[in-house]
């Protein structure tokens, strides 16, 4: 079975599709959550239609920490179950379900306080791992280990002496949040689901008290069609609260947002071999090694603002650098910041006595009959949220559905990764490029790396790393866009890739290329590639503008100054 694509054709007859027949399910948000919700269904054996309004995996699930851990902090809180429940995903998805998006990294925890420190780190280090090690959940997983302040300093340089006393190592595991969300609704489409961005729900179709289906706008054409569904699926995130207000009624799940940020800056930058992680005031901050980069985040600040442009400003920014310059020898300064992203968490805030609790991280609610509503938790988890999402769905089908079965789906790219890893070195001399192209390639499209390769075979000058970004082949442009759903050049240089947060141009060196290389298999002409180049200079623009004010306010004032590329859906009577 040939891994479906998400090109433009594919998304034509999925959006015909889901206007012309009854699903069972249809889900509304193609983050991780909806996506996970997708997958499951569709292995249920279920009809399955998903929309996303923007891009897949355009909102938190793309400006995460991009990490997938057990939830060491919940050992502090006792909640040894979810510990647990996170440490089997992290194996599941670490060894099973994705072994070419999901890679072990480890985390130096430098001690500050002598004497009780580290015994009372280490013995959370010890359940920690003994929690993954008694199920099987750690394999291929180092147990942690204790370092004398030398023996730290000779894996971290960086670390200022006299900041720490010594330090403990652990390990997680980390991956490319949008990219793990983009290949995971390749893989629900393979097995048959219709799954469309860029179409916005903009009302529920109703018989009586029962949802029916969804009202659909196609925001590319503007048009507008219904899609009917026996059960409908809010997985929607921090948008919770506004799907809920198209049903009417007061809302049984209630959704706050708080707003993280994170600083990307060169590896060069930091000389060290390990990630770190150290306490704050607030909470921790993590130092993430991003292939030739680190990744420092995160902050947690109330955020009642715009939600689709979340913006940073030089508050959140001083203070990540602050924290971050208190264990460093040589400090960071924003001329080190190469990138800057800011994301919500949809965080759960009074639910009501109707909601059903399935955990301590997520609810799902049935507040009207062929509605499911699914909120919280976080992107470890996310496969747990998704089963038990469509537990309720088969529930209010009122047939028998069979159980999940996704912990046994392996997705696209993974089956046969390791092999072709194993044969790298040929597959290098067969293809005339790099092994270390090659190995990049692996890493981000496992065994799907034919589709990539077929591309330069055909055109041997796609080969070429893109100019100003050459991490990145031109060939992964053009199969952004016939493989992978991207529709705009800010879905390439943003989530295919991640150029704009990897490069000190923020990728508006490489606008143009990446463009011209969308134009063909998208249908563009030099209007639309003018159009696209300059929507994406000026968000660059506006982000960096931005991130020189000192409040929320004054930063979203200034991000939501530049333009959209599609039209925001208005309310009917207004236009489009």
Known sequence: MGTAALGPAERSAALDRMASQELDVVVIGGGVVGAGVALDAVTRGLSVGLVEARDFASGTSSRSSKLIHGGLRYLEQFNFDLVREALRERSLLLQRIAPHLVRPVPFLFPLTHPGW????????????DTLGLSFGYSRGMPGHRHLSRRRALRIAPALKRSAFTGAVQYWDAGVDDARYVMTMLRTAATYGADVASRAQAVGFLREGERVTGVRVRDLESGTEFDVRARQVVNATGVWTDDIQE???????????????????VPRDRIHSLTGIIMRTEKSVLFVIPWGRHWIIGTTDTEWTLDK???AASRMDIDYLLDHVNSVLAVPLTRDDVEGVYAGLRPLLAGESEETSKLSREHVVAHPVPGLVMVAGGKF?????????????VAHGLDRRVPPSCTDQVPLAGAEGYRALWNSRHRLARSSGLHVARI????????????EVLELIERDPSLGRPLSGADDYLRAEIVHAATHEGARHLNDALTRRTRISIETFHRG??????????????????TEQVKREVEYFTKRVEAERASQEQDTDREADAI???????VPVALPEGHGV
């Open 439 to 450: 190995e990049h390639l692996l890493q981000r499209y496992g065994s799907m790396i034919d």
């Open 308 to 310: 689709v442009h979340p």
């Open 246 to 264: 198209l049903v009417g009624g007061r809302g049984q799940i209630h959704v706050k947002a708080s707003k993280g940020i994170h600083l990307v």
């Open 117 to 128: 420190e580290r015994p009372y780190v280490g013995a959370g280090l010890v359940l920690y």
């Open 380 to 392: 470890t988890t996310y496969r747990v949220m998704a089963a038990d999402a469509v537990d309720a």
């Open 508 to 525: 508006s060196a490489v606008a143009q290329e990446a463009a011209e290389l969308m134009a063909r298999p998208l249908g563009w002409d």
């Open 559 to 565: 991000r939501l100054g530049a333009p959209e590329i």
